[in-house]
T-cell receptor, first 109, second 114 residues
């Protein structure tokens, strides 16, 4: 069975400080990993996916298969980054997605 | 283009009743997935429908069921409601085939069971 673990419920950082939101997964095959974000009073939306290897809003995430991790990083936090962040795993070609419990990022001005 | 819509947005029911939630996907999307979101369990996958067929199912009891119509609209039904069914129910739509299939989420239906 697949599992996604986000160890931090809340992460508070000062504006301009680096951010790292942790995500570990367990899955025996080759998963697709995603980060979703939910800003206050907005819908859950895709932030980035590992296969795209892109940087969105300054965030990057690298899939480390050896450590089964997919941590989300940003070098300099901004106030508008404050939101709930969910790490998610999709196994196979269908849309059965397993979500972590989420980390609330709070950027302090 | 219009996003995923869910109706109703809020619902209050009592134990033992049943409820039907509706989801209209983005035009052209053929896959609709349903999730239950609670503070304790987070987001949990319920099931996915593609072209009117259930393609995937999560670990929920048979009281939770769904269907999809030919226009890709989907409904989710919960029978014999329990207090623990109180949650935000989200649906998400996507094109549904292969990789790189971004899911777009609706605003959710907030179900309260009294």
């Amino acid at each position: 069975a697949q599992r996604v673990t986000q160890p931090e419920k809340l992460l508070s950082v000062f504006k301009g400080a680096p951010v790292e939101l942790k995500c570990n997964y367990s899955y025996s095959g080759s998963p697709e990993l995603f980060w979703y974000v939910q800003y206050s009073r907005q819908r859950l939306q895709l932030l980035l996916r590992h296969i795209s290897r892109e940087s969105i809003k300054g965030f990057t995430a690298d899939l480390n298969k050896g450590e089964t991790s997919f941590h989300l990083k940003k070098p300099f936090a901004q106030e508008e980054d404050s939101a709930m962040y969910y790490c998610a795993l999709k196994a196979g070609g269908y849309q059965k997605v397993t979500f972590g419990t989420g980390t609330k990022l709070q950027v302090i001005p | 283009k219009a996003g995923v819509t869910q109706t109703p947005r809020y619902l209050i029911k009592t134990r033992g009743q049943q409820v039907t939630l509706s989801c209209s996907p983005i035009s052209g999307h053929r896959s609709v997935s349903w999730y239950q979101q609670t503070p304790g369990q987070g987001l949990q996958f319920l099931f996915e429908y593609f072209s009117e067929t259930q393609r995937n199912k999560g670990n929920f009891p048979g009281r939770f069921s769904g269907r999809q119509f030919s226009n890709s609209r989907s409904e989710m039904n919960v029978s014999t409601l329990e207090l623990g069914d109180s949650a935000l129910y989200l649906c998400a739509s996507s094109f549904g085939g292969g990789e790189n299939n971004e899911q777009f989420f609706g605003p959710g239906t907030r179900l309260t069971v009294l």
